[in-house]
DNA sequence: CCCGTGACGACAT
DNA sequence: TATGTCGCCACGG
């Protein structure tokens, strides 16, 4: 899209996470150098409706592992996402956040 | 060009 | 440990 390289850049590592993966906001600001910048990462992500394909948002959380995402998707569309690929939410976060944190940092450094 | 906003994060209290 | 406040960068108006 454009020259949105930064929103493309979230786009593109937000793709590459694995089912049953999720990431965090900041990891994937780090990873593309503008670790300051964790709010744009999910700023991309509100665009990311419209990118194709369709970025799997419902995958990436904050550092918490809580769904702060949740509120934007509507309702609980985003948890019962992660539970479908095996992920556990409850109380609107990530279990075993800490095992299933997938970080492009290490994952793509490879 | 300046101001406000925001799906976060780290630090301070 | 929990709550509060500040800072961060990019984009829209």
């Known amino acids: ?48 409706g419209k990118a ?15 769904l702060t995402a949740k509120f934007h998707f509507g309702g609980n569309l985003m948890a019962e996402l992660l539970e479908s690929e095996g992920i556990k939410v409850i109380d609107d976060k990530v279990q075993d956040f800490k095992n299933l944190f997938w970080d492009p940092a290490v994952e793509l450094a490879i």
């Open 1 to 48: 899209m454009k020259d949105d390289n930064f929103f493309e850049r979230v786009y593109e590592v937000a793709r590459l996470i694995p089912p049953g993966r999720v990431t965090s906001y900041g990891a994937i600001a780090a990873y593309l150098g503008t670790k300051g910048s964790s709010r744009m990462v999910g700023y991309a992500m509100q665009a990311s």
């Open 52 to 66: 194709i394909p369709p970025v799997p948002a419902h995958r990436v959380v904050n550092r918490q592992g809580l």
